[in-house]
Nanobody
Framework: QVQLVESGGGLVQAGGSLRLSCTASGRTFSRYGMGWFRQAPGKEREFVAA??????????YYADSVKGRFTISRDNAKNTVYLQMNSLKPEDTAVYYCAATSKLGSRTDLHEYDYWGQGTQVTVSS
């Protein structure tokens, strides 16, 4: 069982930055691929970024809408995954969720994730 707790959300003006953190319980964090998803009001939850475990460890993947602006990283010593968000836009406004998967490789489908955090609100004002 893995428990995930997100933090770092808030209100920011367009063009600003935020860093989200997601801390996991348990001793096997390094054996999970981690992902960030987001859900805006009235929309489906969508993939944002992922970072792998296993072969090709630490490879990163991004949705086209955030590529070049967001960076996912992980610190296994702290059981934490981060999402650095720069050049934020109003359309980035959403609840952001982190998730963990035991599956290897790039995982961009939310159904492939085993554990989810409670989410943190990010609001970008224009």
């Amino acid at each position: 069982q893995v428990q995930l707790v997100e933090s770092g959300g808030g209100l920011v003006q367009a063009g600003g930055s935020l860093r989200l953190s997601c801390t996991a319980s348990g001793r096997t964090f390094s054996r999970y691929g981690m992902g960030w998803f987001r859900q805006a009001p009235g929309k489906e939850r969508e993939f944002v970024a992922a970072i792998t475990w296993g072969y090709g460890y630490g490879m990163t993947y991004y949705a086209d809408s955030v590529k070049g602006r967001f960076t996912i990283s992980r610190d296994n010593a702290k059981n934490t995954v981060y999402l650095q968000m720069n050049s934020l836009k109003p359309e980035d406004t959403a609840v952001y969720y982190c998730a963990a998967t035991s599956k290897l490789g790039s995982r961009t489908d939310l159904h492939e994730y085993d554990y989810w955090g409670q989410g943190t609100q990010v609001t970008v004002s224009s």
